[in-house]
DNA sequence: TAGATTGTTAATCGATTAACAATC
DNA sequence: TAGATTGTTAATCGATTAACAATC
């Protein structure tokens, strides 16, 4: 449908990243600059920009703040997005207080628990909420994304509380797979799945 | 090479997840509940178990405990692996502290921080240790995998040092690509790349 | 013009899947 | 035997890449 496969999407961070590094400081950059810092071949990177219907100038490469905005246009990050994260235990914490997410455009505008010791704590300048003002926080506009970082066993029930509530980017940090509704993303980043390919391959 | 595709690797740590449930209350599984729980196409699971050179029975199924086997076999990981974690940070802590791991074969079995007032407090059992022992304590074989949870810019430095000592798995958590020498297996987890990629899709 | 680099084609490669004979 | 399910083929689909004309 929209032309732009899983693909090249999971490129175009990859070149952002190296973008945003070069503004300010270089006007262009080639499609082989692009390629050797997102790991990938040059044509293969050109082919990405050219189903983004972004053109560049041969001989001269592609525009820096243009090829920035296009990419940036595209992620739906032109302005910055508002982040809750669901779980104030060790995982949440420590994502929270990553101020990495702050400089990449992502605002952790709210934190909830379910433990009545961790509410009204505060990591950084951000108040630990209960699990039950996040339905009314989140039809305000308080954040449109969720990371999740729940036990297992609750991971479904939030994301179905938090699909009902109109999030519909879903981060799991959770040891399982929940489904969602067509129309909602959900991405799955698992510490043991990820060593156990990693040992394959080590 | 070896004739089994990135594909084909990433989706074991799936079918087995669905194993190690199975275990004890089945003595079988078909290709069918394997797709349906790792969300691929059948064809797709017997393809991949064809691949592992993993037969089946025409009619009945899988092998539960056999097939478990074998891709544990096939990753690596029939016995424990001893994982060490570099950086006791806010990140570092927290996965320190998941026992998710524990539970799917991989022991922290230490943990290292250059921050003099960290060395020496303890995250569960394990005592955090100064950066300088890493080296004697992976010769030893205290652990042969690694998880990078410190900033961006110590990551390379420690990179090499661990690709000295003789890691070659490393699961980077700090947002850089870190480059190894060939034969040296490494997998980065990067938050913003993950909301990134999520915004689009969302 | 000469050198650089894009944009695109066509070839290649690799992965997925429908379908069905084999066989438990 | 009848029903279930594998193993494999062949078709399809999609993504990568070499190569080069276009053009700055």
Chains 1, 2 share one sequence.
């Not at 999971?10 to 692009?34: I, N």
């Amino acid at each position: 449908m929209s032309g732009i496969s899983h693909a090249t999407v999971s490129r175009l961070p990859r070149y952002l990243r190296l973008l945003e590094e070069l503004e300010g400081a270089h006007e262009t950059v080639s499609s082989d600059d692009l390629a050797v810092a997102a790991g990938v071949n040059a044509a293969n990177v050109r082919r990405d920009l050219s189903d983004l219907e972004f053109q560049g100038t041969r001989g001269v490469g592609y525009s820096v703040p243009s090829l920035g905005d296009r990419i940036r246009r595209e992620l739906g990050i032109e302005s910055r997005r508002l982040v809750a994260i669901i779980g104030a235990g060790n995982l949440g914490t420590a994502l929270a207080r990553y101020d990495g997410l702050a400089k990449r455009g992502f605002d952790v505008t709210a934190i909830y628990d379910t433990d009545p010791n961790r509410v009204g704590q505060s990591i950084g300048d951000v108040q630990i909420q209960r699990m039950e003002d996040m339905p009314m926080d989140c039809k305000v506009g308080c954040f449109d994304m969720a990371i999740l970082a729940v036990p297992a066993n609750a991971a479904q029930s939030v994301t179905d509380l938090l699909v009902k509530e109109g999030v519909h980017s879903i981060l799991n940090f959770a040891p399982v797979r929940v489904s969602v509704p067509e129309g909602v993303a959900v991405r799955q980043v698992d510490l043991s799945t990820e060593l156990q390919i990693l040992s394959y391959y080590g």
